[in-house]
């Protein structure tokens, strides 16, 4: 079967960035404040992770570690 050739929308491919791990413990349960209860992120911060940047991923972490902070 030949193997089809991609239109080019004109737009370079997106890059996504990996260089801060996700904090994600596999404990997906969000409380009433629609924040995950195992790794502490809202589920705006989970849904979006993947396309954060860099920095973006660095302000989501400083928020989990407020989030933590108040929880003890």
């Given at each position: 079967m030949p193997q089809?050739?991609?239109r080019s929308t004109g737009r370079s491919p997106r890059t996504f960035d990996n260089s801060v791990a996700s904090p994600c413990v596999q404990v997906c349960e969000l409380d009433d404040?629609?924040?995950c209860m195992g790794c502490l992120r809202s589920a705006d911060e989970i849904r979006d992770w993947m396309i954060m940047s860099r920095q973006q991923k660095l302000v989501t972490m400083g928020?989990?570690?407020?989030r933590k902070k108040r929880e003890w």
């Open positions: 089809r050739e991609r404040d629609n924040i928020n989990v570690a407020v």
